[in-house]
Structure formats: structure tokens, C-alpha cells
């Protein structure tokens, strides 16, 4: 089969861009012919069909004026569509699976899968369909679902995008721009949900019909990887710093109490010099800065717990499927997606989202674990990693969906 994957990035900034990249890698190890069509950018891993990437746009290290005329192509872009056309006409794909389009690819390429008659999917990564900003958080931070029924403009009242009026707007406009002359229905045959959470809140909006199937992400080479029962000697967050992951709560919870455990925490972000400074005085938590490959799996595997400390309505976190992949238990919000992958007691400790009191009684739970209460947990993650994660049975289950969309 010869699949098409389209993403805004080719290179591994979020969790979608990886997800995209693995996708593709599992289509071609099986012996499937792998096109990606993205943009052009330094960062870029090579893909043989880059001739056909559209130039790259970034408003965010533009000036103001350049953001203003830049505004357009915002919305719409004429040089994607053309390019989307010509990969199709010189490489003919059976199937197009996207992953994230919006701003950057924009939907214009909608219009060339649709004219070239090729059966098109979406994963649903965030909640762009349902929230204009895609996060379901308002300026505030605080977790919001006024659009999924409602207007969008209430993305503007609320300053949902950076708490910044224009981006706001623009972001509103986009949505509404999208919901008009994109529909869903018109343009994709099957959507993708990663979470039951995700997948519900799609339905809830009234949109989607029966077009949604439910496929969790996977993790790659899980049938090779080894995991470690053993309680290691510090807890360990790791992803993007930013307020909406809950990091300034789990440092509130760490610097609370005299702990002797040690927080490693890996990543990078616009939080990391403002954290820097707090671990500087706090003997007990490292800063690491950004890892990946074999040593952020060695850090994952010799941890005890991982925590996910989020108060936003995360997805299907990525973090929590590599953590029970190794063996490791995991600390998580009750929020969005994170809930019905934790399983409460045995596969790790839910507690209430955005409560500092709540994640540091459930961290001196996780410090008073003895070794053999560990284990069970340990078995019981990569139990519910095997059934739900497991690299194999994602592969079957995408090339159902692949095969009945060709049927």
C-alpha cells in the first residue's frame, strides 16, 4: 500500500510529530511505501519526498507587522495545495493519513486530496476540531469547553490563544473560516480518536457522526523492550516545560515538605530558567534540560514513579505509554484523556488536577511503597501497556482502518 502522512513538521517538537514519524517507520518496516508531505526547516530528518515540502512559516519569531500580513496565509495557503497536487499526480497514494495541518499546511490541502479522489484521514492529536485554540484551556488557563457547543468567538472574549487579543482572534476566525468551507464531512472519510475522552467530547459537538474510531498511540520496538520492576531511587518528570503540563504544581508539592527522594526533571520549554533558578535552592530536584534515545530510556527505566502533573485535558499522553512500556508505575492528573490509562492503585496514583495538597499526598504514598507492593504495580503497567500499546496490535488495528476506508 502506498501511504501518504502529512504533518506540519517533520522533526520531533511535540508529541503528534513523533507520532507521525512512527507511524510512518511502522508502515515501512511492514513493507508499505511511505510518503510525507510537510514543510521545509533545518530541524528536518531527511524524507525522500522533500522536493514536495512547502516553505516554512514560524508568526511566532516574526515582528507585528510581518504577523499582520502574514495573516492569510494563515488561513489559506495556494503553495501546499500545489504541492500536495504534484506529489499525488507524480507518486499516486492509495490512502492520506494527517496527523496536524492547521496554521501551517492550512486546510487548502483538503482540496487536493479531495479533487485527486484519495480516501483521507485524521488523527485527532489535539482538539482543533472542537476549540479554536486547540487545548480546551482559556487565557486564564483554566480548562474551558465553551466552544464545543457554543461560539467561537468565545475565543476571543476569553484571549484563549496566549492571552493575547489578536492571536485570539485570528484563531477564532480560522476555526470558523474552517467550519464553513471545511467541513468534516466533506473532506475526511474516518477520524482517528487517541483517547475515549477525546473521542467523546468529538462526539459530544454533534459533528462527527460515526466517523470516529478510537486507536490509542503505541511504542515503538515494545516487544524488545525490557522492563525494570525494581523501585529506582528518584521520581522523574519528563516533557515539555510549560504551565498547562502542571510543572510549577509538582515543584510546589516537591518543595512543601523536607523530602529526601530526588525529582529529576528532563525536558525543555519556556519555563526552564524560571524552574532552573527554584532547583538551584532546592538540593532535592534536577534540572537534566532536553533528553531523547537510549539515555532518556535508561532515566525512564532506573526511576520509581513518573509523574504527569497536568491541568489541561492532555490526550493520550505519550509519557504514561513509554513509562508502563519500561515497567514504571505512573502519578497522574484526573483530567482529559489520563484518567482511563491510570488505573487507580494498580497501575499507578490518580490525583485531583490542579490540587498541590492532593499530588504531594499521593508522592509520600509512592515514597512509602515497599518492594514487593512496587512490583505488582511495575507487572501490572506493563500488563496494561502489552494490551493497549503494543506495537503489533496498533499496526493491525491502523490497517483496518486503512483497509475498510479502501473498501
Not at 230 to 250: A, D, M, T, V, W
Amino acid at each position: 500500500m502506498k501511504v501518504l502522512q502529512i504533518n506540519n513538521c517533520h522533526y520531533q517538537r511535540g508529541g503528534a510529530d513523533i507520532v507521525y514519524l512512527n507511524t510512518g517507520k511502522l508502515l515501512e518496516d511492514h513493507g508499505h511505501q511511505v510518503f510525507y508531505f510537510s514543510q521545509n526547516s533545518p530541524q528536518n530528518i531527511y524524507a525522500s519526498t522533500s522536493n514536495y515540502f512547502v516553505n516554512e512559516t514560524n508568526y511566532f519569531r516574526s515582528s507585528f507587522f510581518e504577523k499582520v500580513f502574514s495573516i492569510p496565509r494563515f488561513f489559506y495557503s495556494f503553495e501546499a495545495k500545489n504541492k500536495i497536487s504534484k506529489l499525488i499526480n507524480d507518486l499516486q497514494p492509495d490512502v492520506a493519513h494527517i496527523h496536524l495541518y492547521k496554521a501551517n499546511l492550512t486546510p487548502s490541502i483538503l482540496q487536493g486530496l479531495r479533487k485527486h479522489k484519495i480516501p483521507t484521514i485524521i488523527t485527532l492529536h489535539d482538539y482543533g476540531f472542537i476549540c479554536p485554540h486547540n487545548s480546551m484551556l482559556d487565557g486564564k488557563m483554566n480548562i474551558c469547553n465553551r466552544c464545543v457547543k457554543g461560539s467561537a468567538l468565545n475565543c476571543i472574549i476569553h484571549k484563549c490563544n496566549r492571552n493575547n487579543l489578536m492571536l485570539s482572534a485570528v484563531s477564532s476566525l480560522e476555526f470558523i473560516f474552517q467550519k464553513t468551507f471545511f467541513p468534516f464531512e466533506k473532506y475526511f472519510q474516518r477520524i482517528i480518536a487517541v483517547s475515549k475522552f477525546g473521542q467523546k467530547m468529538h462526539n459530544e459537538s454533534g459533528h462527527f457522526c460515526r466517523k470516529i474510531d478510537h486507536l490509542y498511540n503505541y511504542y515503538p520496538n515494545f516487544e524488545i523492550t525490557i522492563p525494570n520492576d525494581k523501585k529506582g531511587e528518584y521520581f522523574l518528570y519528563f516533557g515539555r516545560l510549560s504551565s498547562e503540563k502542571g510543572i510549577q504544581n509538582l515543584f510546589l508539592a516537591w518543595i512543601s515538605k523536607n523530602r529526601s527522594s530526588i525529582l529529576k526533571v528532563v525536558g525543555s520549554g519556556e519555563m526552564f530558567d524560571e524552574l532552573n533558578l527554584i532547583a538551584k535552592n532546592n538540593p532535592n530536584i534536577e534540572m537534566l534540560g532536553f533528553k531523547s534515545g537510549n539515555e532518556l530510556d535508561t532515566l525512564i527505566r532506573n526511576a520509581s514513579f513518573i509523574i504527569v502533573p497536568s491541568i489541561c485535558n492532555e490526550n493520550n499522553p505519550l509519557t504514561i505509554i513509554e513509562a508502563y512500556a519500561n515497567g514504571k508505575p505512573v502519578i497522574g492528573s484526573n483530567t482529559g484523556g489520563i484518567p482511563e490509562i491510570i488505573v487507580n492503585g494498580k497501575t499507578g496514583l490518580l490525583f485531583e488536577m490542579n490540587s498541590v495538597n492532593d499530588l504531594s499526598e499521593k508522592i509520600d504514598f509512592a515514597e512509602k511503597v515497599n518492594d514487593i507492593d512496587y512490583t505488582k504495580l511495575s507487572k501490572n503497567a506493563r500488563e496494561f501497556a502489552e494490551e493497549n500499546f503494543a506495537e503489533e496490535k496498533h499496526y493491525n488495528s491502523l490497517m483496518s482502518i486503512y483497509n475498510n476506508l479502501l473498501k
